[in-house]
């Protein structure tokens, strides 16, 4: 068997809605205080898609600032991922959408279903076919729309996300490689988060749109003590395997929930919190979309430089997890 190619980034881009909904917006929608959100979750205010503009638009305004970056073409493309726990439409995969907004026939196309976790599965499985020489080039892209699934008259989740796109090309090379991935799932929490209507389990009906079953549930607090566990071990994960040691990550890129989430899982991982970068309070939790957002801004605010380790750790629904280690 060929040895693995060396699988790298060849560019980067993210999109954002126009439109930002602070937590005084929310205090007149739902009973609750900037102070309560502010304080719990780090969040002070996120974006929300306008009427009619949905994930795929998104993703595919990503796409076009990574490709931009790259200096490729549309039809340089071989696989189109996109994750995403908001697709346009239950089928087809939004993947194809993009594809066709972005006009690259002859790339294969498909989504990615892992929730806040998606990017980094999509990151891992895009590095498998350049690393087999499969694919030459592979755009990753999370995505999402939350404020359309989430329930805007249940305090205790609308607070806590927001809509978002970002997009990284892969191809074979050393420039910005990704040096290590981890990825975990564990089914015995999947009823933790979830939408519970709208699939074969709870079809669309008068009683489940009634239920308010189409909306997302979140036991958050059995979440958050998950997700500090996994995300701290997935952090130990990559960087072992990555044969690094932790002081020498230069920057730590988490999936942005809840910085109470973000401090204790950087110190169970031995890292200082001023090595973390943080955009949880101006954007909130965009799920697939939040690593590869916050990874986009860490390198264009240069506190991810060249030859820099760059630690990307995510946890959500599925569960799941996953982590990697990227040399800028
Ligand atoms: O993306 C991956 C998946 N998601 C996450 O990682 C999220 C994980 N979970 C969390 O971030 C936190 O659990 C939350 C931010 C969701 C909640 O924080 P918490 O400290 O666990 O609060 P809690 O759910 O225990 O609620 C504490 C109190 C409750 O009132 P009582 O029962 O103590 O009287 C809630 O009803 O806060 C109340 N509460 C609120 N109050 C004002 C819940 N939501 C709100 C709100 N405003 N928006």
Known sequence: MPSPLPVGILGLGYHLPSKVLTNLDLEKIVETTDEWIRSRTGISQRRIAADGEVTSDLAAAAAKGALAQAGLKPT??????????????????????????????????????????????????????????????????????????????????????????????????????????????????????????????????????RARAHYLKMNGTEVFKHAVRAMADA?????????????????????QANIRIIEAVVERAGIPLSKVYLNVDRYGNMSAASTIVAFCEAVRDGRVKKGDYALLVAFGAGLTWGSCVIRW
């Open 76 to 209: 340089d493309l071989d696989l189109i991922l996109v994750a995403t726990m908001t697709p346009d439409m239950p089928c087809p995969a939004t993947a194809c959408i993009v594809q066709e907004k972005l006009g690259a026939p002859q790339a294969a196309a498909t989504d990615v279903a892992a929730a806040c976790s998606g990017f980094l599965y999509g990151l891992v499985i895009g590095k498998q076919f350049v690393a087999s020489g499969t694919y030459r080039h592979v755009l990753v892209i999370g995505a999402e729309v939350l404020s359309r699934v989430v329930d805007w008259t249940d305090r205790s989740t609308c607070v806590l996300f927001g809509d978002g796109a970002g997009a990284a090309l892969l191809g074979p090379t050393t420039q910005g490689e990704i040096l290590s991935t981890h990825l975990g799932s564990d089914g015995r929490g999947a009823g933790l988060l979830k939408v519970p209507a709208g699939g074969a389990a709870q079809p669309a009906s008068e009683e489940s749109v």
């Open 235 to 255: 952090c130990h994960q990559a960087i072992d395997k990555a044969g690094i040691r932790p002081e020498q990550v230069a920057c730590v890129v988490p999936h």
